[in-house]
């Protein structure tokens, strides 16, 4: 039997961060869009969710309030590796 689809779960979703992250089934894009960070992080290792509101945005959505108040989780975070 061919395959119709594959589910990924990489990311935020309703589960872990409250809201899934938009995607375009057409085109077949979605933007990633990290959890949450649950633990404290140091201010210069800190990643806000500013730096994914442009790949959100170009898939005719937006982040809600609420994330944009919290500290992502990058793992990996490849500009510290």
């Not at 990489?10 to 089934?25: H, K, L, M």
């Not at 990643?47 to 982040?63: A, I, K, Q």
């Not at 994330?67 to 490849?78: G, M």
């Amino acid at each position: 039997m061919p395959a119709h689809g594959l589910l990924v779960r990489v990311g935020i979703d309703s589960a872990c961060g409250r809201w899934n992250a938009p995607s375009d089934f057409d085109s077949r894009s979605f933007a990633y869009v990290p959890i949450p960070e649950s633990k404290k992080q140091r201010s210069w290792l800190s990643t806000g969710y500013h730096e994914f509101t442009e790949s959100v945005r170009l898939l005719g959505s937006s982040l809600p309030v609420a994330l944009q108040r919290e500290p992502a989780h990058l793992d990996p975070d490849f500009r510290y590796l």
